[in-house]
């Protein structure tokens, strides 16, 4: 006999709650010898970008300055893994670049006050640097001769230096498992500026760097910033 299940628009929310549940409680079950260093990566960020095909291979280390306070730092290099295809990209053969964020944790942790885990909040600086290669069609020059005038044009390979500043409000859960393995979700929200500069560009390649219409080759302005974060590491 075939049984159908309905299925709950709730079983995602309780899953995932569940899922925090039992980190925290493994969490709490964690050696108590202080942590004072945390070496750590930024796991979605080795994830391609949809606009510029680009993954940002980081480490970080965070290190505890009080019993409730730490400062957070990483740094990482921005190279592209491939020309980007598909909707909403930028076309360009290859992004280099890098990318440096430092965050100052305030720990809400009274139980395990010399513990680098729980729940924390505070300022994030990010600064990001990219050197972006692009090429264009542009008018070579113009045969006169014979009549009726031909255009004859070429490609033409320019660079984008575009900079990128984000001061956000952090906010996360950092889980200290048994043996020393970290996970650290948070969520962080604030405001970026963006500024674009080309070098050699001859004509003008219209593509937009932002939702809000910004040019990428050019141009600079302020956005909102909205970001997830998911960190993996180990603390001594």
């Not at 409680?25 to 994830?47: D, G, M, R």
């Not at 660079?159 to 956000?168: A, D, G, P, S």
């Not at 809000?212 to 993996?232: H, I, M, R, V």
Request: proline share 4%; aromatic share 16%; hydrophobic share 35%.
């Amino acid at each position: 006999m075939l049984i159908f299940r309905r299925e709950n628009k709730y079983d995602g929310a309780f899953c995932l709650t569940l899922l925090f549940l039992i980190l925290l409680q493994i969490s709490y079950k964690a050696q108590t010898n202080t942590k004072k260093l945390v070496l750590s990566t930024s796991l979605f960020e080795f994830i391609p970008d949809i606009k510029l095909n680009t993954s940002n291979y980081n480490l970080g280390v965070e290190f505890r300055l009080s019993n409730l306070v730490s400062l957070s730092t990483n740094f990482g290099m921005v190279k592209s893994v491939g020309t980007p295809q598909g909707f909403f990209v930028i076309p360009s053969i290859k992004t280099e670049g890098f990318k440096a964020q430092v965050e100052f944790r305030i720990y809400h942790n009274r139980l395990h006050e010399k513990q680098l885990r729980g729940f924390h909040f505070g300022p994030q600086f990010v600064y990001k640097f990219t050197q972006t290669t692009r090429e264009e069609t542009v008018l070579d020059y113009v045969d006169n001769n014979p009549y009726p005038n031909s255009q004859h044009y070429k490609l033409n390979t320019y660079t984008v230096n575009r900079f990128v500043t984000k001061l956000n409000l952090k906010l996360g859960y950092q889980f200290l498992i048994r043996g020393g393995l970290v996970i650290d979700p948070s969520l962080g929200f604030g405001a970026q500026y963006i500024s674009s500069k080309a070098d050699n560009r001859l004509g003008n390649n219209a593509a937009n760097d932002e939702p809000w219409g910004k040019l990428f080759d050019t141009g600079s302005d302020f956005y909102p910033n909205l970001s997830f974060q998911l960190k993996a590491g180990w603390a001594f």
